[in-house]
């Protein structure tokens, strides 16, 4: 069933985060601005092992700890997929950094397209009682400022964003049936919007409040990709010009199909390990090398998820957050097994 919220009128709240949380002018955090200036690539950390202590270990590798409120934001998975990033493999992750899992509500009619049916669909996912969990636009709506405002003007996120302190951008990689391939990338700018949000994104700025017309007006691909990395930097940042943030990538049950499908494709990858980074746009594009760059064989096909990315474009989401400042498409991949 759609619905359409009400926003939530919150100009203090977002310039108290906007001054707090280091909301900056122009877009560009300080690790990627002194890189620039040195020429230095950015780091990217792998693991081949996909296990809670690997994630642990790659964690800790990045250098940089998350204190005081942590949001761990993950996708909880669409009702019916079992593809998600599990409770027993975040775990011990997750109670390291003391975290809360942070999710928003999604725009289109599914199990987790308002709070009451989210919330039965994180329980039965096993995110409760294992975790604390906030679904962040259960109460509304926030704005925060994006630097690029070629398509969306503001960044309207769950207002419980400002109940944080630190975020770890714990991703799935994978295919995604609109965006080509869902990463760090996506999980920070669809997967932290509200619902509304989702919608000012999706629809390249036309819409700001989610309802049923808002699929009629789903028209712009590289306006919506651009949308994306628009968004993803302003989470960026949100979080102290993204010196209280980091990004962690797990490749795992990469199917074609992004965890918010109810009926994802079956994986036709092998499972590839673990990426980390302090650079969202390197990390991304660590993954996507790692899938174009695998030979296929009969029972390790990259071709689908490749055709998919293509067909969608996706790879522009990452050349555009690197042409808006958020990050190196030049990275060193750094072994730590």
Same mark, same amino acid.
């Given at each position: 069933?759609?619905?359409?919220? =009400?926003?939530?009128?919150?100009?203090?709240?977002?310039?108290?985060?906007?001054?707090?949380?280091?909301?900056? @002018?122009?877009?560009?955090?300080?690790?990627?601005?002194?890189?620039?200036?040195?020429?230095?690539?950015?780091?990217?950390?792998?693991?081949?092992?996909?296990?809670?202590?690997?994630?642990?270990?790659?964690?800790?590798?990045?250098?940089?700890?998350?204190?005081?409120?942590?949001?761990?934001?993950?996708?909880?998975?669409? @009702?019916?997929?079992?593809?998600?990033?599990?409770?027993?493999?975040?775990?011990?992750?997750?109670?390291?950094?003391? @975290?809360?899992?942070?999710?928003?509500?999604?725009?289109?009619?599914?199990?987790?397209?308002?709070?009451?049916?989210?919330?039965?669909?994180?329980?039965?996912?096993?995110?409760?009682?294992?975790?604390?969990?906030?679904?962040?636009?259960?109460?509304?709506?926030?704005?925060?400022?994006?630097?690029?405002?070629? =398509?969306?003007?503001?960044?309207?996120?769950?207002?419980?964003?400002?109940?944080?302190?630190?975020?770890?951008?714990?991703? =799935?990689?994978?295919?995604?049936?609109?965006?080509?391939?869902?990463?760090?990338?996506?999980?920070?700018?669809?997967?932290?919007?509200?619902?509304?949000?989702?919608?000012?994104?999706?629809?390249?700025?036309?819409?700001?409040?989610?309802?049923?017309?808002?699929?009629?007006?789903?028209?712009?691909?590289?306006?919506?990709?651009?949308?994306?990395?628009?968004?993803?930097?302003?989470?960026?940042?949100?979080?102290?010009?993204?010196?209280?943030?980091?990004?962690?990538?797990?490749?795992?049950?990469?199917?074609?199909?992004?965890?918010?499908?109810?009926?994802?494709?079956?994986?036709?990858?092998?499972?590839?390990?673990?990426?980390?980074?302090?650079?969202?746009?390197?990390?991304?594009?660590?993954?996507?090398?790692?899938?174009?760059?695998?030979?296929?064989?009969?029972?390790?096909?990259?071709?689908?998820?490749?055709?998919?990315?293509?067909?969608? =474009?996706?790879?522009?989401?990452?050349?555009?957050?690197?042409?808006?400042?958020? @990050?190196?498409?030049?990275?060193?991949?750094?072994?730590?097994?």
């Amino acid at each position: 069933m759609h619905y359409t919220k =009400h926003f939530i009128k919150v100009t203090a709240l977002a310039l108290v985060g906007a001054i707090a949380f280091g909301a900056c @002018g122009n877009g560009k955090s300080k690790n990627n601005e002194q890189a620039m200036q040195n020429n230095e690539q950015a780091k990217v950390y792998f693991t081949s092992e996909i296990s809670p202590e690997s994630l642990v270990k790659i964690y800790k590798a990045l250098g940089r700890e998350a204190q005081g409120r942590v949001a761990v934001k993950i996708s909880t998975g669409e @009702g019916g997929n079992n593809h998600y990033l599990k409770p027993e493999l975040i775990g011990q992750l997750v109670n390291e950094v003391n @975290g809360t899992i942070v999710e928003c509500n999604t725009a289109y009619a599914g199990t987790r397209d308002g709070s009451e049916r989210h919330w039965q669909t994180i329980r039965e996912h096993g995110f409760i009682p294992t975790f604390r969990v906030d679904i962040m636009d259960e109460e509304g709506d926030m704005f925060i400022p994006v630097s690029d405002t070629t =398509h969306i003007k503001r960044n309207i996120v769950g207002s419980h964003l400002a109940n944080y302190d630190f975020m770890i951008n714990l991703a =799935h990689f994978k295919g995604h049936a609109m965006g080509g391939y869902g990463g760090v990338l996506k999980n920070a700018s669809i997967g932290v919007a509200s619902s509304n949000g989702k919608a000012n994104i999706h629809t390249a700025g036309y819409s700001e409040v989610y309802d049923e017309d808002t699929w009629n007006h789903v028209e712009d691909q590289d306006g919506f990709l651009e949308s994306m990395a628009a968004a993803a930097q302003a989470v960026h940042n949100y979080f102290g010009n993204g010196e209280r943030i980091l990004y962690i990538a797990v490749m795992n049950n990469m199917s074609i199909d992004c965890d918010c499908d109810s009926s994802p494709e079956a994986p036709r990858l092998k499972d590839y390990g673990i990426m980390a980074s302090l650079d969202p746009v390197a990390l991304d594009k660590a993954c996507t090398d790692a899938i174009f760059n695998i030979k296929p064989t009969e029972d390790n096909d990259n071709q689908p998820l490749i055709e998919r990315i293509n067909q969608l =474009h996706g790879l522009h989401t990452i050349d555009h957050a690197a042409k808006i400042g958020l @990050g190196s498409l030049d990275y060193q991949l750094i072994n730590i097994d």
